[in-house]
């Protein structure tokens, strides 16, 4: 009988260094650990979404390393191709355009990471 049909989740795209990882700045084919609280937000992310790992890292070391600290079970693709269809992207180097083109060279500019800043 005509039951309701699911909604497909939407996309998003979630950066891997800096934001899963413990991350200082590239060391070669060391991906640290995972940030503190890394796991629970995947976990609350992956009810609601699709999460796609969008890194310039290969998808070859990111998978092993979701397998070994269990979090593979809430991250639905791993890819370095910008999907089509996506609803925002979580990225520690990220500005958000926001229409001003010269408030966005401002912030550009002055930008700075998170682990920049605290290092």
Known sequence: MGGLIPRKKENICVDFDGVLNDYQGYDGDNLGRPRPGAKEFLEKLSKKYN?????????????PWLNKHNLQTYVHNVTGFKPAKVKCFVDDRAIQFDGDYDETLERISNFRTYWEEDG
């Open 51 to 63: 999460v796609i790992i969008f890194s310039a890292r290969n998808y070859t070391k990111i998978i």
